[in-house]
């Protein structure tokens, strides 16, 4: 009995002990990290915590350029610019890529599927970006009676310009996809049965459009030119009110195309206080941050801090090859011998030199104008527009291969030609003579002193064209080319559209992008565009 | 003599009439070389009647006619039943058959071979692969069916890829739990941070000399008791211990010397300089490339591949010092890698103790084993680097800034050229990367048979298992492969690079059990019951270091943001088992076992792991007595669930948010923040679950001359990790590594062991197994895929950004290549660019989402095959160990890259070597998804021959034994790369694996 008592005795204590000492332990939390409510405790996590919802365009992820918050695709071509670079120049007659890496080929070729990874990418970017904007809204407004004063005020200024963030996403799912999932930060997150709607262009162009006007109407963002460099304020909503506008026709069908608000818009942007830079390709140079009084909105990238293959450091490395010298344009450790123009893009310019047109920065030396192969990277013109140089030709510190230059998301000469294509277009509150005088300072900054290079009468096909000499390789093109009916008609062809060297029209439905077959496997309720399978 | 005979005739006459009464029948014993067996008895059943052989074994006995079965048995031999019959018998006895009476190890505790329910095969010091063995698991290497064991490289300590029966996961782990000695360890990632940092793997701290045993679990019934960690199947190392008496001295020593078997086919100088001329004979008037030829002639793989020298010794010494039996071990290994720069030098210590107290009811094992490396990494880029660099450039060129080295520049600015091939040699010595080790693993296993209740055992099982690694990595300023780093202090470029790095790992494990085992004899039946709960936790320690630049400043950057970034997972669990044995031949055997985890959120936390086999000695049933042939048969069957949660992350079901790195900071105005960022999370996260079948026969035949098993199984694993895309806008991410997919192996395995030859002076032991499995995944989402779903695109090759060759579909095996098809030409050389369009839309789209792509082979393959064999002639011994594997297919990546002219004469303006394939392909552009480079791996390698001579006592030396033995001897394949056997088939510069010759010697005294 004694024995039998402590042989229960020796058992009990043993698994008792275990499962009181221990079972605790099973309730880990992860190291270096904090929950939500800790990270919005104070004024500067919500302002971090903001920096997240930013930096999602400029890079790939947080935790250092060799990762990506994106699947299934490489990480560094998975930020927002490379991508829409990739997918709204190659796509035109601005840019051939010499690279055989996966999804590349099929702009120039025109022949994207649903299955494009670079399409799968940019789209899962944009959206993440949208998720990660809608858990920053959720989180900042459960604290937001926490704070007063100007906590409370900065807060306020932090969920505003997360909006705005988000509109932008928005306008570009609208632009490139013409449709979406439509997530606000009421829809849940987390694996479960949720699957989100897909909202219509016309739900989307809705959406923006009243997102923005509420922005703007409650004067909820800072006021124009008030904000730290970097962030959004009241101009970045004009401004992308205007593009929205402008290409109206495009979205909802001619017949509700909306000129006059664009240049409503535009001239708020105009006269908010914003003029042009005095040189041309000091607005792309690695302190393109400082002195300029020209860009409304940047992407910021740093190449010590704010590291990415993708934004400026690919535009930049990629566009050097041939005899270039890397360290010429700053990136000492760079040149990945990618990108560079088509004839169609280099003839709009009165000479491929730069003399007459300053905005002409093309690298010829070795360079065959003519592009017999397409991975070849001596035929086509090499682009210099972009360069990691400061404007006093120093290098930057610690450059090698990432790079300082910041992306202009928004610029001054965007909103002017805006509002010169509207006023010809036929919207009212603008006049032409001073759409021409808009296009006369780009001209007049571009070619000082030529005076015969001023237009004294402009037409719709000069404006498409002023577009490509000022706006090139800055993600305009395509958009532009859709509006002007060119983008994939036979009236309009350039090398290597659709494939073929003489250049080939293709058919209509690839204005817009197909969503990409993972989405469409994932979630139920989207319908593919028409055209794509 | 004739008297003699005709007095025997005459008894025999005689004795004819009384066959119906009381007779004498007479016989003789012996065993199965015809030996005689003095002393065996004779006893006749159901009487008190019998006698034993004499010395010649032979035996005389009066039987009555009522008696009809006798019995006879010897020690050191199986009894035998027959019948009684008139006349002279010869009796052949079989020794009995050690396996059938071996120990084998099984989860927490240990049974009879003859006794095993499950598909459990262990592999013991004699049939241990011999050679340069750094490694257990080189061990077992084509000893086992159905375990693959593929090497990982010939980089010193570099560890092998086990697999069990195929893999059982597509996106975590597939490596089997190893357990040392009674303890698990722990997994070779913890949160993805490697647990031992500078050891490839847990094996590898574990002298391969001090190893007694290793028994591999295969199928679930025996695998469960592991729970939630043994999907892979569970790989049990015994460690050798003191057996007590006078101390027994033991040293053994080897000398190996490797050599590189073969060199890529690559274009030498002459060749190449050809080539260059012959493409810039198309346009005379570019001399661009022609003008980059060097003068020299260098066979860049010889520059860079050395002989290399290693050494291994071993000093043991066990007894006991009064009634503490001991073993204590010493061990020393230098290896030479045979790309130059390479070492790794690794000194261990093994402390075995296993005191018996209190009447021996208290049976205590104390192990240790420790274990300092010390290395050197040679940059293994130099391999790829080797093949294609350009042979006619010298190694050394005047005045150049590089160290001397020769390396590509841009002829008009002096930049070195960013991406160009670098300078394989300088590549080499140009980088110094050492790291240390230190690893203590320990375990005291206390095992108390309480007096009070017999059979019943209170045991405790505590161990432990620290380890620490660090190392840096030092490249001088005027190296090329680290020329252009930027750093935050200054405005020029830093040259160099100074980076170090450590992980600490503490693992603690503790069991406690009870153990009750009764023979109850009036009911014929025996029970072994145990009931145990457990505890183990991980903790895994990376420090976070900044990297500097030679001149001391950090690079821009790595400062971290967290000093430490620590993973912290802890497992408990509850077990329990019954064996039940009735009669001796009906056996069964049924386990659960209950995990928590902290992996997993609370409501999938805890997981139930059940297993249940049947087994049945036939052989012991009446019907089969006078099969004489038939020494031994049982079927198996079992049926059992796994888990699998090693490999996956710590904390994936919290919703947590982390600060950015210091190189993803964001701007506001001046000032940059560290972001916090939202991570992305599934609440729902738990283990994948193995449910598998196994039906099993053992047999013996002929004195168990020939002995083998066959098992089929069948395995279907479920909630399968697959990442999958879950909708854009729910989550943090696109993608997500969720329980959804289902995946199945089917599979039959054969061995068998044979002695062709016993006899006085020789001996033959051969042994075949071989093993079939067939892999298929049967559902990866949730089953709304559309009809532009080809599958999860897998398996990065290099070339291009982010293309990949391998695809996940469901219907296939996993890893399945997803090529296009290469149309060739008449003259039978591929056409450039043209594919089969299979879809016929007139245009080829790339994989991986492309109605033109098909699914090709899967690189596992599907039969593999091992043979051993040992011929003995008195004191020599000639073992050979052969592995083949069928059907495996291979990406040659290797040829992929080097056979196109685009990047001989590189845009980049350098030049770079190819393969001879490009006299065959004569592609100018990259094809990397042509099924060209898709290739027939099926290999037969000879891993091992070796000589032995036994010379015995001598002088003072009670054992000596002389060894010659020859690695990785010669592969038979039509693969046309370096080596046909590539983890995961892709063949992109494997480091390569060397030929060794070794010579040794062992002494005992």
Known sequence: ?533 | MLVRTGVFCLLVLLWMPAFTQNHQISGKVTDSTGAPITGASIFLEGSAKGTTTDAFGVFRLTVSPQDKMMVISAVGYGSRRISVSSGIINIFLSPVNANLNEVVVIGYGTQLKKDLTGSIASVGVKDFQKGAITSADQLIAGKVAGVSVTSNGGQPGSSSTIRIRGISSLNSNNDPLYVLDGMELPASTNNNINTYAGISSPLDFINPDDIENVTVLRDAAASAIYGSRASAGVIIITTKKGRGGKPVFNVNSSLTVGTIGKYLPVLNATQFSNYVKGQAAANPADTTYSDMLGASNTNWQKEIYQTAITTNDNFSVSGAMKDLPYRLSVGYHDEQGILKTDYLQRGTVGLHLTPHLLDNHLKIEFNFNGTYTQSRFANTNAVGAAASFDPTQSPFEKGSPFGGYFEWVNHSTGDLIALAGRNPLALLEQYNSTGKAAVGISNLHLDYELPWVPGLHAIADLGADVSTGFGTTVVPPDAAQQYNNSSDETTSVVHGLNQKYKTNNTYVNAIYELNYVKDIKSIKSNINVIGLTEYSNTLTTLYNYPSFGSNGDTLSGTAPVFPTSPADYTLISYVGRLIYTYDQKYILTASIRDDGTSRFGPSYRWGTFPAVAVAWRIREEQFLNNVNWLSDLKVRASYGVTGNQDGLQDYEYVPSYSLSQNTSLYPFGNTYYNTYAPASFDANFRWEQTTSANLGLDFGLFDNRITGSVDVYEKSISRLFNQVPIPVGTNFTNELTINIGTMTDKGAEFNINATAIRSRNFSWDLNFNVAYNENKITKLTNGSEGSNFYGDAVGAISGGTGNTIQIQTVGYAANSFFVLQQVYGKNGAPLEGVYVDRNRDGQITSPPSSPDAYHDHSPFAPVIMGFSSTFNYLKWSLTLVARANIGNFMYNNVKADLGVTEYILNPLNYLSNAGTDIYKSHFYAPQYYSDYYVENASFVRLDNIGLAYNVGKIGGINNLRLSANCQNVFVITKYTGQDPEVYGGIDNNLYPRPRNFTIGASLGF
């Open chain 1, 1 to 533: 009995m004694k024995h039998n008592f402590l042989t229960i005795a020796i058992i009990g204590t043993m698994a008792t002990a275990l499962l009181v000492s221990c079972t605790k332990d099973l309730n880990r939390q992860p190291p270096n990290t904090v929950t939500a409510s800790q990270a919005f405790s104070t004024d500067t996590g919500a302002l971090q915590a903001l920096a997240q919802v930013y930096s999602s365009f400029a890079l790939t992820s947080p935790t250092g350029p060799g990762n990506t918050d994106l699947v299934g695709i490489d990480a560094g071509t998975s930020d927002f610019v490379r991508l829409l670079w990739d997918a709204s120049e190659l796509s035109t007659d601005e840019a051939v890529c010499a690279w055989n890496d996966p999804g590349v080929p099929d702009f120039h070729n025109m022949a994207w599927t649903s299955g494009n990874v670079i399409l799968q990418g940019l789209y899962t970017r944009i959206m993440y970006q949208v998720t990660v904007a809608n858990a920053f809204i959720k989180n900042a407004k459960a604290v937001q009676k926490n704070f007063s004063g100007q906590g409370a005020t900065d807060i306020g200024y932090y969920i505003a310009e997360a909006r705005f963030i988000r509109a932008l996403d928005y306008w570009e799912m609208l632009d490139l996809y013409g449709t979406s999932p439509f997530v606000t930060e009421t829809s849940p997150v987390g694996v479960g049965s949720f699957l989100p709607p897909q909202a219509s262009s016309a739900t989307l162009y809705a959406y923006v459009q009243s997102e923005l006007l509420s922005l703007d109407s409650a004067s909820a963002m800072v006021p124009a030119h008030q904000n730290a460099y970097g962030r959004a304020d009241q101009a970045c909503v004009w401004a992308l009110l205007a593009r929205l506008y402008l290409n109206s026709g495009t979205y909802l069908g001619a017949s509700s195309a909306d000129y006059t608000d664009a240049i409503t818009y535009s001239s708020k942007v105009i006269n908010a206080g914003y003029s042009l830079h005095k040189v041309y390709h000091q607005l792309f140079m690695a302190d393109n941050n400082t002195n300029n009084p020209e860009i409304i909105f940047p992407i910021v990238y740093n190449g010590v801090s704010t590291q990415t293959y993708g934004g400026t450091t690919f535009i930049i490395n990629g566009a050097i090859g041939g005899s270039m010298s890397p360290t010429a344009f700053g990136v000492p450790g760079g040149g990945w011998s990618g990108n560079r123009v088509t004839s169609s893009l280099a003839n709009l310019f009165p000479d491929l030199t730069g003399t007459v047109d300053q905005r002409a920065k093309f690298y010829t030396s070795g360079q065959n104008e003519t592009i017999s192969s397409i991975s070849t990277f001596t035929d086509g013109l090499a682009v210099t527009k972009w360069s990691n140089l400061n404007s006093d030709s120093t290098t930057p510190a610690g450059a090698s291969t990432f790079c300082n230059t910041n992306f202009p998301l928004f610029r001054l000469a965007e909103q002017y030609l805006i509002y010169a294509e509207a006023v010809l277009r036929g919207g009212s509150g603008g006049s032409q003579s001073q759409a021409i005088a808009y296009i006369d300072s780009l001209r007049s900054r571009a070619a000082p002193g030529n005076t015969s290079y001023q237009p004294s009468s402009i037409t719709l096909q000069d404006i498409l064209n002023e577009r490509g000499r000022e706006l090139y390789w800055e993600c305009f093109r395509r958009t532009d080319l859709i509006r002007y009916g060119l983008f994939t008609s036979q009236s309009y062809v350039w090398p290597w559209k659709g494939g073929i060297p003489s250049g080939t029209g293709v058919a209509s439905y690839l204005n817009l992008f197909p969503l990409p077959s993972s989405d469409l496997s994932a979630n139920s309720n989207l319908v593919q565009n028409p055209g794509y399978n």
